[in-house]
Structures are given as C-alpha cells and as structure tokens.
C-alpha cells in the first residue's frame, strides 16, 4: 500500500501541494482582497452590510487607535469578547494589522472562565459586548488588562436603527446587567474619533503569533493553542485548494456563518476564508434562535453554510426549512462532532444535497482532513488529508499500526500549531516522532479516506471490549423518537464500565423499552446501553457538541451503581 493512499483519492484539479508563504501574514492577505474586492459586500448582520474598502478603512481606524492611543505593542494580547456581529471582523482585523496577538473569547463564559483565560493569556486589553461586561467587572483585578473597550450589539448598525437596537436590548429585553467599568472606552466613540492615516503599519513575520486560540476544554483544562500567521495562511491555502471542486465566483458566494467566530472553526470559514476568495458573510448572531435563523436564511440566496451535526439536525426540525430555496447551496460543511447518518440522510432528503463531513482541531488551524465537495462524499469518513498534510496512525510508542487497524490519528503540515502557551512539557508531550498527537482514535480505509472511531479519553471499557461513544450515539439517533444522544461509561462491578445513555425526545412517548429494543437490532451485546436515562436538553458546547464529560460528571453527581 502507498505511505498516502490518499493521493490517489484526490477529486480531480485538487493540487497535491499549496505555498504556504504566499502571504507574509494575513495582514497581507487584508491589503490583497482590499484591493481586489474593494466594493463587494465582506459582511451583513441585521440588515447592515459593509464592504472590503469599508472593512479595510475601519480596521485600519481601529488598528490606528490600538497603536497609538493605547500604546499597544506587536506581540502584546488582546482579547475579544463578542458574538456574531460585525465589530468583531473589524476589531479582528484590526488588531491582526497592527500586529497584535488575539486572544478569542467565548461571551457566554462565566466570570472565572474568563478570568482563567485573561491571566494566562496576559491579554492587556479587551472588547467586549456590554450584555457581558459584568463578568468583566468581577475578575478584571485579578487580571493585566488595562484597557477596556466596550460595545453594543447595535453600534454598527447605525442611525435610528442602531440606537433602537441598543434601546430594545438594554431598556425592553433587560439583557444589559449594571456594570462599572469607569475606565471603559465606548466603541462608538473610536468609530467617530480614530484615523486611518494615522496608521504606521508594523513588521509582521509569518512566524509571528496571530493568535491564542483557547481550547475547548472538553476533555480538560483550557490551554492556549499557539497559531502563527502562517499556520492560517497555509490551512486557508489548503482550504481554497479544496473549494475549487465547488467552483466558487469571485463575489458571488454568500456564506452563512452560524457557528461563532470565536471558534477555530468558523474562525478559518467565515473570519478569514472570506478574504482569500471575496466572499459575502452572513452573520447569525443567535442561531440558537431557530426559527428566527430560518427566517433569515430565506433571505439569502446562499451557497455555503458550516454547521455541527446538531445545528444541521436542529434545521431540519425546524418548521419552514424544508420549504426553503436550496437549490444555490454548493457546500454545506460539516465538523466539530461526528456527523450522524441519520442527520446525512434526512439533509440529503430535504435539501438534494450532501453534507460533506471535516475533521480538524484547535491545534492545526483547523482543518486536517475533509470529505470530496462533489458525490464522492463518503458519509462515515472525515474524508482524505488536505494538501501537504501528512497523517499517521500510530500506537502509544509511535508505530504506525497494521492496515485496517485503530490507532491514534497523529499528524503533520503546515497548519499544526507550533504549542501551547507557557506549558513546554503538555506542548512536548503532544508531539510523537514529529507528528501531534490529537487524541483523537481512527481507521484508515485502503484508498486513504479516514474514519474517527472516537476520543481516545471518551472510550468505554466493557468486559475488555473498547465501545466508542460515537457508535452507540449514531445506532441510537436513528431512532424516530430520539432528537439527540450523549453515550458515556459507569461504573459496573462485573464488566468494569457499563454503557449508559442519555436522550432527548424528539416524540415524548418513547420509552425506555423501545430504546432497549432498538438497541438490540443494531448493536451487538457489549455495546447496548445498560442504562437509559431521558433528558429536556444535553450539555453543549458553545458551537454545539454534546459534552460527555459534563453529562458524566452530572451523572456521577446523582446516581450510585453496583
């Protein structure tokens, strides 16, 4: 067998290779699709749209003010706080202009999250929505920010609108909790008040840090992932190699960016993608609004969309999508999670097209691997390695296992992440020969398509038999009357662990016994949940996926086995 079987599996007019120092820095990349896509619109949230030229002449205001009013240096952090609006494209691009390091920041963090993040960043200044700064007010003395830079959701809209908006938030909806932070610059007043030209634009070397990208947390502690500029600049290379499959036009692609841009995820999609092929963005700054998100869909003729599996499921049962037009969809993209076939198929039903499974983390930028765009797109697989990607399975003492064999899925390119912040020993214990290792478990087919058995920390152990959560979840989602599943292990004084699952109704007459026997036709014996326990939601992360871990500790916190 070939040492990348993949190759030989690439879809036609995909290259093999990409430059990864095209850019400089993604500065660069800014100057470039400035220029090229000047008055295409960049970005739309409620109803306001900007441009490339105003995108660009805004950042470079904000990039002015960081440089010179607030003394700000190259290298210094600063961290953003805020959801899908458009402030944050035009303070990320900003601050990665004037050379700073960005440290995103998930606004639904609780006071101590964030202050855990901004000590061990060392962020010196921040933005921040003012439905959060509350948070902020209660461990910003325990952190190095000195300087605090507030908005409000309407602030770019406008005119009579953006101040209805800011009204309605903070005096109707009272999403605004009391907050003092007397030192705390308005946005607005920086809108109104900084020049571009007064922007000296810094030395920035693609070896630079352009951000620290905090990790989930899922499976432990937040650790900030150390991304250079050309980390990005080779994963967005890799990525707009792929997209040619789609053939996307320059200025006519509209994407739909729900997942927020906080996440490494819709970070590469929908805050940097954009700029390499002028794109339109499409900001959703609550998609956990469903039928609302819906509503705004059918305003846009849109040709990609990114999702989780249970974005995409929650689409589906939401009443007026399958009444939509989606016939422009050219790639509905799919990662974070694993994508269950019966979400595949009912997309598939609905939409007449494929969703197209990813695969990637926090550490490399994120993509590794990805499905075929076109009818090659094999549902069960996160697909083949991107250009200049190299992926292994190895074993605990970095052998490559035997062909058809499991083994931790390690990998090498130009988009893995150069470490952790201040943690040297985690950073070299997630390297192997080279490779890093991401934790995650898989299979590789012969002709190199790869498939994600599960987290390696997340297996389950049955009577000597290893059962991946991921298996006993997908065999369970194709329940009719199951909306969502959460598989974990418990304690079992005779098999070691035993599998216990949790569900969401999707109709409120399933039983547990229907459970049981739906298992018993498609699970073999070790792998059927011993215990099942219904639910009115499961954990979630900030874009979507289940969390075992917390439905584990939860679990532990109530109940008691033999």
């Known amino acids: 067998m070939s040492n990348k079987p993949w190759l030989e599996s690439y879809p036609a007019g995909v290259p093999q290779s990409?430059?990864?120092?095209?850019?400089?820095?993604?500065?660069?990349?800014?100057?470039?699709?400035?220029?090229?896509?000047?008055?295409?619109?960049?970005?739309?949230?409620?109803?306001?749209?900007?441009?490339?030229?105003?995108?660009?002449?805004?950042?470079?205001?904000?990039?002015?003010?960081?440089?010179?009013?607030?003394?700000?240096?190259?290298?210094?952090?600063?961290a953003i706080q805020l959801p899908n609006v458009i402030q944050n494209p035009v303070v990320m691009y900003a601050a990665l202009k004037a050379g700073l390091v960005v440290v995103n920041t998930n606004p639904l963090y609780t006071p101590s999250e964030m202050c855990h993040q901004f000590k061990d960043s060392g962020a010196k200044a921040i933005v921040v929505l003012a439905n959060f700064a509350a948070n902020l007010e209660e461990i910003i003395k325990d952190t190095s920010i000195d300087h605090v830079i507030v908005t409000e959701l309407g602030d770019m809209i406008g005119g009579l609108k953006g101040s209805l908006v800011n009204f309605v938030v903070k005096k109707i909806k009272k999403m605004v909790p009391a907050y003092n932070l007397p030192e705390a610059i308005p946005f607005k007043k920086i809108l109104k008040e900084a020049r571009s030209e007064s922007f000296t634009a810094p030395e920035i070397k693609a070896d630079d840090l352009a951000f620290l990208q905090y990790t989930g947390g899922t499976t432990g502690v937040s650790k900030g992932a150390m991304l250079t500029h050309r980390n990005l600049i080779g994963n967005l290379q890799q990525i707009e190699s792929w997209l040619k499959q789609a053939n996307p036009v320059e200025g006519k692609e509209i994407f739909i960016a729900a997942l927020p841009l906080y996440h490494i995820f819709a970070l590469n999609a929908?805050?940097?993608?954009?700029?390499?092929?002028?794109?339109?963005?499409?900001?959703?700054?609550?998609?956990?609004?469903?039928?609302?998100?819906?509503?705004?869909?059918?305003?846009?003729p849109f040709t990609l969309i990114t999702g989780v599996n249970t974005l995409f499921n929650g689409l589906l049962n939401t009443p007026g999508f399958a009444e939509l037009d989606h016939s422009t969809i050219k790639v509905a993209l799919a990662g974070g999670m694993a994508l269950q076939r019966a979400v595949f198929d009912k997309w598939e039903q609905v939409t007449g097209k494929r969703i197209a499974e990813a695969y990637g983390l926090t550490e490399t930028s994120p993509g590794l691997c990805i499905n075929p765009?076109?009818?090659?797109?094999?549902?069960?697989t996160i697909g083949l390695p991107l250009p200049d990607t190299d992926v292994r399975l190895l074993d605990d003492e970095g052998n490559e296992v035997a062909e058809g064999e499991r083994g931790?899925?390690?990998?090498?390119?130009?988009?893995?992440?150069?470490?952790?912040?201040?943690?040297?020993?985690?950073?070299?214990?997630?390297?192997?020969?080279?490779?890093f290792k991401t934790g995650d478990i898989a299979t590789m087919d012969p002709d190199g398509y790869f498939r994600i058995v599960d987290r390696k920390k997340e297996m389950i152990l049955v009577s000597g038999f290893?059962?991946?959560?991921?298996?006993?979840?997908?065999?369970?989602?194709?329940?009719?009357?199951?909306?969502?599943?959460?598989?974990?292990?418990?304690p079992d004084s005779k098999s070691t662990e035993a599998v216990k699952v949790y569900i969401v109704k999707k109709d409120q007459s399933l039983t547990e016994e229907e459970v049981f026997e739906h298992c018993r036709e498609n699970l073999?014996?070790?792998?059927?949940?011993?215990?099942?326990?219904?639910?009115?939601?499961?954990?979630?992360?900030?874009?979507?996926?289940?969390?075992?871990?917390?439905?584990?500790?939860?679990?532990?916190?109530?109940?008691?086995?033999?």
């Not at 130009?414 to 490779?435: A, C, D, H, L, M």
Request: with cysteine; glycine share 8%; net charge positive.
């Open 18 to 78: 990409i430059d990864a120092d095209k850019y400089g820095s993604l500065a660069d990349l800014f100057t470039e699709s400035r220029r090229k896509y000047n008055s295409l619109p960049a970005y739309e949230n409620m109803g306001k749209i900007i441009s490339f030229e105003e995108l660009g002449e805004l950042s470079d205001r904000f990039a002015s003010y960081f440089q010179n009013d607030l003394g700000l240096k190259p290298g210094d952090k600063i």
């Open 270 to 300: 929908h805050a940097l993608l954009p700029a390499k092929v002028g794109a339109k963005n499409v900001l959703i700054t609550n998609p956990r609004d469903m039928k609302g998100f819906v509503k705004e869909l059918k305003k846009h």
């Open 373 to 380: 765009l076109s009818e090659g797109n094999r549902v069960g």
């Open 408 to 435: 931790e899925l390690c990998c090498k390119g130009p988009q893995v992440f150069v470490g952790y912040w201040q943690r040297e020993e985690e950073t070299k214990s997630s390297f192997i020969n080279g490779y």
């Open 466 to 490: 290893n059962v991946y959560p991921n298996e006993v979840e997908d065999a369970i989602a194709k329940h009719p009357k199951v909306l969502e599943v959460g598989a974990i292990g418990v």
């Open 524 to 562: 073999t014996g070790y792998k059927r949940p011993k215990h099942v326990a219904f639910s009115a939601e499961l954990p979630k992360s900030n874009v979507g996926k289940i969390l075992r871990r917390i439905i584990k500790e939860d679990d532990a916190k109530v109940c008691t086995y033999d």
